[in-house]
């Protein structure tokens, strides 16, 4: 079988040197855990505040903002997934269980989900994380409100729990991992019910109001932001066409790992985290980068959902 | 009748790639010359998981990673240690004489 992945295409179109890769694959340890460390102490500041406007109304705000910080657990666990974050690969399982623990995504059945993501990114039918073009605004706000988004998830851990896997999870999860899946979904089920028995038995809800309501109030942040990646470009192989790489500002770039540098990071996914602004200014010219950020991706995919633009998925060509 | 292995030139270790993965072709045949810390070893340099060359991931010194989706094999035994790579790498007898990789195929 004759695979050729964007980065082999990228060193054959000569857009980098196969040293400048090499040297931008480069792992360690210390820009993860120099980012942790500052990912804690911003959970703990945001955390300070829910705690702060505990008697006011005010508190709905700061749970969204902590909330919005809680989400990105799945930009870290991502990171993760990919063996990236950390050059130590164990650190890398570690930190990505107990991210996918925060946010309810097991980190077994996402990384092999997430593999057949990069293999068939963008194609209609054959990638398991795509995310379509809404037929309108009103599914475009449905999906914002992330009640589809839960709906899937808890349906998934519940399936798993419950020993079963769809087609679709077939079609990706080799039978020797079927176990693995369904036990890992299950021990987070007993996790969250354990919690949740606790709470109820001591009175002391601290989980909800700094965790569980915050993650359900950030998610929308975190479905905004997932639409950017992909939705909108054309349902092609061609890397160069169907993702979006969007410039956005420090503060979004600390909360999302950097990936906001998407087309990169499907150009080369063992480039970590750290070097995809380096790789970014390498492969100027060759992805698609949207100047504007998640502001603009959002008017690129309004526009086409409302007819002022023609709909990428428009014409599909046969997969 | 099965043609019998004969060793072959395949490059010289000074067009190597320093401790990482060079590919080369050879009639054919795709392969990966790794310059691990324990000496060269070769292989066929398509990951058995995805097909992806390995070539163009991340080399520790002893272990390649896919650049796909980043599956995990010992470079000097071929041996899978990490989903989704499941099945080994196809290794190729290699020795260096006067220089030059050879290969036994």
Request: aromatic share 12%.
């Amino acid at each position: 079988m004759q695979v050729l992945t964007p980065i082999t295409q990228a060193l054959e179109d000569g857009a980098l040197t196969r040293r400048e890769l090499k040297a931008l694959m480069a792992r360690s340890d210390r820009p993860a855990l120099m980012r942790l460390l500052a990912w804690v102490m911003t959970l703990g500041v945001t955390g300070g505040l829910v705690w702060l406007a505990q008697d006011s109304w005010l508190i709905w705000l700061a749970m969204l903002l902590h909330g919005v910080v809680l989400v990105h657990h799945f930009s870290l666990q991502h990171e993760c997934c990919h063996y990236t974050a950390f050059r130590t690969r164990w650190l890398n399982d570690v930190i990505g269980n107990i991210c996918g623990f925060v946010i309810l995504l097991p980190n077994r059945f996402f990384r092999y989900e997430h593999c057949d993501h990069h293999t068939w990114t963008q194609l209609q039918g054959k990638d398991p994380e795509m995310i379509e073009l809404p037929v309108g605004l009103g599914k475009y706000l449905w999906y914002l409100s992330s009640v589809p988004y839960w709906k899937a998830k808890f349906s998934e851990l519940f399936r798993h729990v419950a020993g079963r896997l769809t087609e679709a999870e077939l079609r990706f999860l080799p039978k020797e991992e079927h176990a693995t899946v369904f036990w890992e979904a299950r021990l987070m089920a007993a996790a969250y019910l354990a919690i949740f028995g606790f709470c109820f038995a001591t009175g002391w809800w601290g989980p909800v109001w700094y965790w569980w309501l915050p993650v359900a109030l950030g998610e929308p942040v975190m479905r905004a932001i997932r639409m950017t990646e992909h939705v909108g470009r054309p349902q092609v192989r061609d890397m160069t066409e169907n993702t979006r790489s969007n410039l956005v500002s420090w503060p979004m770039r600390f909360l999302c790992w950097n990936m906001n540098y998407h087309a990169e990071h499907h150009y080369a996914s063992s480039v970590p985290f750290h070097a995809l602004p380096k790789l970014h200014a390498k492969l100027n010219g060759y992805i698609h980068v949207e100047p504007r950020g998640y502001f603009g991706a959002h008017l690129d995919i309004l526009r086409q959902l409302t007819g002022r633009a023609p709909r990428a998925d428009a014409q599909v060509p046969p997969a | 009748m099965m043609r019998e292995k004969t060793w072959r030139d395949l490059i010289a270790v000074a067009d190597l790639e320093p401790g990482d993965a060079t590919p080369v072709a050879l009639e054919g045949r795709e392969l990966a010359v790794f310059d691990t810390r324990d000496g060269i070893f070769v292989a066929h340099a398509r990951c058995t998981h995805g097909a992806a060359n390995l070539c163009d991931g991340y080399f520790d010194g002893r272990r390649i990673e896919c650049p796909l989706h980043q599956g995990l094999f010992d470079a000097r035994t071929g041996v899978a240690l990490a989903a989704p790579a499941r099945v080994p790498l196809r290794m190729v007898e290699a020795r260096v004489r006067d220089g030059l990789v050879q290969v036994l195929l």
